[in-house]
């Protein structure tokens, strides 16, 4: 059974995520966060920390989605070099 005291790691969470969830989980935490500034300036948010909490959770969201976008580059990379080398070649 699970601990009920041990904290999810959030950051462990979105790295399960594939990049269409991820995208949506980053709308989500955007809506999210509007509606808690609307709840702050009407004095129902009992806390302003969650407001940075959800900031920092798409912060993070948003960097994990741009590693991925890097590493795709990245990885198609030598085949542009390649196909470039090719067509050197063949002037």
């Known amino acids: 059974m699970a601990d009920p005291k041990k ?5 462990a969470e979105l790295r399960a995520m594939d990049d269409n969830a991820l995208a949506q989980k980053i709308a989500e935490l955007q809506k999210e966060l509007v509606e808690q500034h609307r709840a702050n300036k009407a004095n129902e948010l009992p806390s302003a920390a969650v407001i940075k909490k959800t900031r920092r959770t798409i912060a993070i ?4 989605l741009k590693e991925r976008t890097i590493a795709v580059a990245a990885q198609a990379m030598p085949a542009n ?5 090719q067509k050197e070649q063949e002037k």
């Not at 904290?7 to 950051?11: A, L, Q, S, T």
């Not at 969201?61 to 994990?64: F, G, K, S």
């Not at 070099?81 to 080398?85: G, I, M, V």
């Open 61 to 64: 969201a948003r960097t994990l």
């Open 7 to 11: 904290k999810v790691n959030p950051i």
């Open 81 to 85: 070099d390649q196909l470039e080398a």
